[in-house]
Nanobody, 124 residues
Framework: QFQLVESGGGLVQPGGSLRLSCAAS????????IGWFRQAPGKEREGVSC????????NYADSVKGRFTISRDNAKNTVYLQMNSLKPEDTAVYYC?????????????????WGQGSQVTVSS
């Protein structure tokens, strides 16, 4: 019954903002690194951001650095992705994923638990 559920996606104009949430059920996220990924039609899935178990380490793809912020609230068993200054090229299905990991280098991990995705569309 382990499950990750993304929410918060939708349609937004360029320059707008959205906040995605990734909520875990069936297990606690305390011991898990969390990554956000996205996949646009015809393109490979790419890593967007990740956060370590403690939240002390974060990583961002160059394409989103300075615009997106990842955070986590382990008490709520939830990870967030705040997306500001959205661009049309940010349009994709966004997925959160988890892997048990004690260290900091979450960008080098292979994630084994995945949500079903949330559509983000940036268009005028």
């Amino acid at each position: 019954q382990f499950q990750l559920v993304e929410s918060g996606g939708g349609l937004v104009q360029p320059g707008g903002s959205l906040r995605l949430s990734c909520a875990a059920s069936g297990f606690r996220l305390d011991y898990y690194a969390i990554g956000w990924f996205r996949q646009a039609p015809g393109k490979e899935r790419e890593g967007v951001s990740c956060i370590s178990r403690s939240g002390g380490y974060t990583n961002y793809a160059d394409s989103v650095k300075g615009r997106f912020t990842i955070s986590r609230d382990n008490a709520k068993n939830t990870v967030y992705l705040q997306m500001n200054s959205l661009k049309p090229e940010d349009t994709a299905v966004y997925y959160c994923a988890a892997v048990p990991y004690m260290g900091s280098s979450c960008h080098q991990l292979r994630y084994n638990y995945w949500g079903q995705g949330s559509q983000v569309t940036v268009s005028s």
